[in-house]
């Protein structure tokens, strides 16, 4: 006599089956469903397969906000796409956030609640900033179910939190020249008006401060030594001290003739080329805005 399967049955084989081959334990049968990373670039391209994050830290929080635990993910789990393990009670809320790249060129709060983590820049003794890492960020709300969490496949998205800056002048020996300097006296790079702090969002907070990337001589031009990494910043002023004279540039031209302010974009590289003319007088800057990985010095327009 034939055995009859029924619907029923059928679906509760299939049941067992996701149970066995997933690993997790649930009363109500239901699919489990894992949580990885993801990183994305400025335009939310995939690029976790790149190692631009090679390690992130991954804070766990109560749905008090209370810090649970906090996890180092290096740069094979990222790259693998790893199922990041919640091994709390079922049905617990969390919430999680995950920082990419923290290296150690910034300060990291002590905190061991959600809103009081936050990822400062430092200052040197004369409170200039110095660069951070090339940080991305990303959270998430999610519910625990076995080993999984609940609703569907997830992911914690990092995106990119700052960007790089490279600083040039073009003609400046004309204006060493008028000012009785030569191309071996020492000349500073200064970029502000961009905030100190992320806080627990992501976002920028705290207080205003200045960069002064570190820069030499190229021939008798100024420029700085490699990109610098800035937290983001719209209508930042670029200056250069050449002697005596300080140069501040506001706003510049760009390659499609457009003017407009010096801004540092996540994931992208803004370079800023002081100009002057053959008689001494500064004549302004000129920008340009690319992806990274993109080499293009092309700013003769």
Known sequence: MKSILTKKALSLALAALAML??????????ECYKLTLKVVNHKGDDITALSVVSEAKLFIYDANSKLLDTRDLNDAFIRGRETIELNYPESSKLHLI???????????SDATKAEDLTVSLRNDEMQIAQSPDSLFFGDIDVTVRGNG?????????????????????????????????????????????????????GELTGDSVYYNPDADWKGSE??????????????????????????????????????????????????????????????????KVTPWGVIDDDIDW
């Open 21 to 30: 081959t997933t690993g997790c334990i649930k009363e109500d049968l239901d």
């Open 98 to 108: 995950a920082w990419g790249n923290l290296k150690g060129n910034q300060d990291v």
């Open 149 to 201: 969490v609940a609703g569907e496949n997830q992911e914690i998205v990092l995106e990119p939190k700052t960007g790089t800056v490279e600083m040039r002048t073009l003609n400046l020996q004309y204006a060493l020249k008028t000012r009785g300097l030569r191309a071996t006296d020492e000349c500073d790079f200064y970029m502000d008006r961009t905030l100190n702090t992320m806080d627990y969002k």
């Open 222 to 287: 100024w420029e700085t030594t490699a990109p610098q990494s800035l937290y983001l910043g719209q209508n930042m002023t670029g200056s250069i001290q050449v002697g005596n004279d300080r140069y501040e540039v506001k706003e510049g031209t760009f390659d499609d003739g457009t003017t407009g302010p010096i801004e540092i974009h996540p994931f992208q590289r803004t370079l800023v080329l002081f100009e002057w003319g053959e008689d001494g007088a500064f004549l302004g800057a000129k920008i």
